[in-house]
């Protein structure tokens, strides 16, 4: 293979201006709300059995749904949960009751309906927490979750990778923050006990706690990719590609105040960002040019090396393989996935390049190190890389995907998950008929997104989870070596 790129490196010592940006926060509360006076359970009970359990319940109901216990409520189907607690607009109990449009549900059936008052205490017992008549929540037990930015509206959905459903979704606009401010990208810490995500319209980086309270804020310019260091206190913060002309640095904050730094990169548009772990190195890419930086926070240095190439590559994502030898870098103008052997540094140049299906975007590796998978984003499909022979193993594309996005893997390497945003592109960019519809049309979910479970060892699509519009960055906890 012949190499496209040249190299050129220089390390530069950078000054670190220490700001401290976090404000005092007040916690404010998602999960767990008490609400008084809200319809019970056995009231909600009362009315499926009037207008549901005629055909789901017993041996076979419809779907495989039964309502007519709490548990089997709270069972839900193989596809889905019926009811996600704390969000009732969005749960498929309600939405399928009242916006179903052209379903073989009670309305088209001529069976009993719903009344008013009756939707109404679904309503409010969902938007309570969906409780039990003994005040249990559902979902509420600890899991291995699976977080999902919806950018296209203000929610994100946490997802249970045990059972690959949606079992919580946060909506942003509760919390005070408009429709538009575009939640990007998710971390998560090793032990799940808090989640990070950036807002990229709204400037800000949250952290939540596991049982979904927002817990701090942090003020920076238009975030977007982030990077948590398991092995310490440090997350890195990038920016986002909307930005045309943000601060060449990316932010360095300390998780547990949320106290923040701000290291110089460089780079025009630093956008892609990944650590090595068990070193205090840290990577950048720009979006404008051809260059790639290893900064080190400690030594307080940057190294920087240009890749060259006759035209621009625009870095969109970069990821260290769990055991922390490989790195892997994906370009949307020239559809490569770049390795980098981190065993070489401070030497960065690329030691394959691997050509891939149209605008590669998030990569993810396997806990393994063996396999990364990648989303095409005007490809519509996903390529699997086989790390051991540097070569693509296999293309997917099937239901569900339709303009990948963001990636992850569940910690058992089972199942790798793929994103989609699901909504119309650009001429050239998309490949016609690639939208997905939703299984359901409620009128206003066309452009529901997606998250499409892939089976690591068969490459198959095992599941297409629906989430709301624009699936865009994925977090986990990060898989630990093997
Ligand atoms: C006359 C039979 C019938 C009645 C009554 C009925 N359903 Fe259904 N329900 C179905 C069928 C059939 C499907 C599957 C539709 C399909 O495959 O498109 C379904 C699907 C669903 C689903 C989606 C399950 C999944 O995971 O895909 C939910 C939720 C649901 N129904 C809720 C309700 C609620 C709430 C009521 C009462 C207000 C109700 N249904 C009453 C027949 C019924």
């Known amino acids: 293979m012949q190499p496209i790129w040249t190299l050129s490196t220089a390390t530069i010592p950078i000054l670190i201006a220490f700001a401290s940006l976090a404000a005092g926060f007040e916690a404010s509360p998602v999960d767990h709300l008490a609400r008084a006076g809200v319809a019970g359970y056995p009231e909600v009970q009362q009315a499926l059995d009037r207008a549901c359990t005629s055909c789901h319940s017993g041996d076979a109901p419809a779907r495989g749904l039964r309502l007519d216990s709490w548990e089997h409520i709270v069972a839900g189907s193989e596809d889905r949960t019926a009811v996600i607690p704390f969000h009732a607009e969005r749960s498929p109990l309600l939405a399928l009751a009242t916006r179903l449009e052209g379903g073989p549900h009670p309305a088209e059936l001529g069976e009993a309906e719903l009344t008013e008052t009756e939707i109404e205490s679904i309503r409010a017992w969902i938007d309570d927490g969906a409780r039990s008549a003994e005040g249990e929540v559902p979902y509420s037990e600890p899991g291995q979750l699976l977080y999902v930015a919806n950018q296209g509206v203000a929610t994100v959905a946490i997802i249970d990778m045990g059972t690959n459903r949606v079992v919580r979704i946060i909506d942003l606009q509760e919390l005070g923050f ?42 920076i310019e238009r975030p977007g990719l982030l990077a948590l260091d398991p092995e310490s206190d440090l997350l890195y913060v990038a920016r986002s590609m909307v930005a045309v002309n943000p601060p060449s640095t990316i932010g360095v904050v300390r998780r547990t105040d949320m106290t923040m730094e701000q290291v110089d990169t460089f780079l025009p548009r630093p956008h892609a960002v990944a650590i090595r772990p068990g070193s205090a190195t840290v990577f950048t890419a720009s979006l404008a040019v051809n260059t790639v930086a290893a900064i080190d926070p400690l030594e307080e240095t940057v190294e920087l090396a240009d890749l060259g190439g006759d035209r621009p590559h625009t870095f969109i994502g970069l990821a260290v393989s769990p055991d922390a030898r490989w790195m892997v870098g994906t370009t949307e103008l020239t ?15 690329p030691v394959d390049s691997i050509p891939v299906n149209p605008a590669p975007w998030h990569p993810v590796f396997t806990p393994d190190g063996r396999q990364v998978y990648v989303g095409n984003n005007w490809g519509n499909s996903v390529t699997v890389i086989d790390m051991e022979t540097r070569e693509v193993k296999t293309v997917i594309e099937g239901r569900g995907i339709a303009q990948p996005h963001g990636s992850a893997v569940s910690p058992d390497g089972k199942y790798a998950y793929v994103s989609s945003r699901n909504l119309e592109m650009p001429d050239g960019h998309s490949k016609a008929g690639h939208r997905y519809a939703p299984r359901y049309d409620l009128g206003d979910n066309a452009t529901a997104g997606t998250v499409v479970v892939i089976d690591t060892d068969t490459q198959e699509i095992v599941k297409v989870i629906e ?10 906890a990060a898989p630990r070596t093997p």
């Open 467 to 476: 989430v709301p519009e624009y699936g865009s960055g994925l977090g986990t």
């Open 178 to 219: 408009p429709p538009n401010c575009m939640p990007h990208h998710i971390v998560v810490e090793p032990d799940g006990s808090h989640w990070y995500l950036s807002l990229i319209a709204a400037d800000v980086v949250l952290k939540f706690d596991r049982s979904n309270q927002l817990v701090a804020r942090l003020d």
């Open 335 to 349: 559809s490569q996935v770049f390795v980098f052997d981190l065993d070489r540094l401070p030497d960065m140049i």
